[in-house]
């Protein structure tokens, strides 16, 4: 089976560095992948690790250990716009092409 | 690129009626995705194809919902005998071969049923 876990909420200050965190338990595992999803709108693809280890994408940076079935993406000089939800998904692979997600993590970034 | 389009953006059904929505992929794109979305939760995988064959279907996916591509480029969702618990967020995405999961999402079909 396939279960993820993620913070249903978090508040931090614009300016700020944030970290959300994201569990996995997995079945198989071949990456795992961060969208954002501002309300109302279709979620956007934001950073993806499939080795150990941190990518770093401008703003945004994102950590793996799969010897601990953890991830987290760091956000960076918070913005008001970065005001969203987080979504945390895997991919398991191995003859299957689907995306588990979990329920995602809305962020507020205040003055 | 003109990204990934849905139509209609909203649905209001009865409960019993047929819905179908549509789905235009990105044109270089031959993986085509359907995901459902709820309050609160995250995407939903329903099912995929890869050019015009459906390769894979979630194990929950009811036999009253089809799926088609059948050239390999749009796609159509049927949903037969709407039921109030099909309310959702129906999302389409579609993927270069390649990287997996990174997924680029339509704006979805929101389908009330009353």
């Known amino acids: 089976g396939q279960n993820i876990d993620q913070p249903t909420e978090m508040t931090a200050t614009e300016g700020a560095i944030v970290q959300i965190n994201c569990t996995y338990q997995?079945?198989?595992?071949?990456?795992l992948f961060w969208y954002q999803q501002h309300a109302g709108e279709a979620p956007t693809f934001l950073s993806y690790?499939?080795?150990?280890g941190l990518e770093e994408k401008g703003r945004f940076s994102s950590f793996l250990s799969r010897s601990k079935g953890y991830s987290y993406l760091l956000l960076k000089e918070l913005q008001m716009k970065d005001s969203a939800s987080y979504l945390c998904?895997?991919?398991?692979?191995?003859?299957?092409?689907?995306?588990?997600f979990g329920k995602g993590t809305k962020l507020s970034v205040i003055p | 690129d003109t990204g990934v389009s849905q139509d209609p953006r909203h649905k209001i059904t009865k409960r019993g009626q047929n819905v179908t929505f549509r789905c235009d992929p990105i044109?270089?794109?031959?993986?085509l995705y359907w995901y459902r979305q709820t309050l609160g939760q995250g995407p939903e995988f329903l099912t995929y194809?890869?050019?015009?064959?459906?390769?894979?279907k979630s194990r929950l996916l009811s036999d009253r919902f089809s799926a088609e591509r059948p050239k390999g480029s749009f796609s159509t969702l049927e949903i037969q005998r709407t039921e109030q618990g099909d309310s959702a967020m129906y999302l389409c995405?579609?993927?270069?071969?390649?990287?997996?999961?990174?997924?680029?999402f339509g704006p979805g079909t929101r389908l009330t049923v009353l």
């Open positions: 995405a579609s993927s270069l071969a390649g990287l997996a999961g990174a997924l680029s």
């Open positions: 997995t079945s198989g595992f071949n990456g």
């Open positions: 690790n499939v080795l150990d």
């Open positions: 998904a895997a991919y398991s692979g191995a003859g299957s092409y689907q995306l588990t």
């Open positions: 044109s270089e794109h031959n993986r």
């Open positions: 194809f890869q050019n015009e064959a459906q390769l894979e």
